[in-house]
């Protein structure tokens, strides 16, 4: 598919409130290379902060789901596995923001002003950690160029 059919794609899947297939078109563009137009990067930002919504919120039922069945071991034990299967999601989400980034978002990012530095650090630092309540603490706003903060 190409660059024009895929953010058509990713509009319908938004306004279908179909966040991973939007996220997945976004993708996709992010991919083939070419620095992103603002539309583009909204487009890319908002599909993945409403799919990492969606499992926060999820991560946040379960967690109280779990915390509530104590003493109900079977059901604990259910809740728990669910929650940790909701984290490992989180954490693939995170990765791929952060691979996109490192690999295409930032390299083709023009007009930093000659001379400045990055406002960010060096791709090695980055990485995403979990807060003592077990959520991501990364956030995933892609600001318009030449800055993209995460």
Known sequence: MDKN???QKAKLAEQAERYDD???CMKSVTEQGAELSNEE???LSVAYKNVVGARRSSWRVVSSIEQK???A???QQMAREYREKI???LRDICNDVLS???KFLIPNASGWPAGTAS???PPGVWGTQLSPSGLPTTSFAILPAPILYI
């Open 5 to 7: 059919e895929l953010v």
């Open 69 to 71: 069945t104590e003493g």
């Open 41 to 43: 990067r909204n487009l």
């Open 119 to 121: 406002p960010l650090p």
């Open 87 to 89: 984290e490992t999601e």
């Open 22 to 24: 939007m996220a997945a």
């Open 100 to 102: 996109l980034l490192e």
């Open 73 to 75: 071991e079977k059901k």
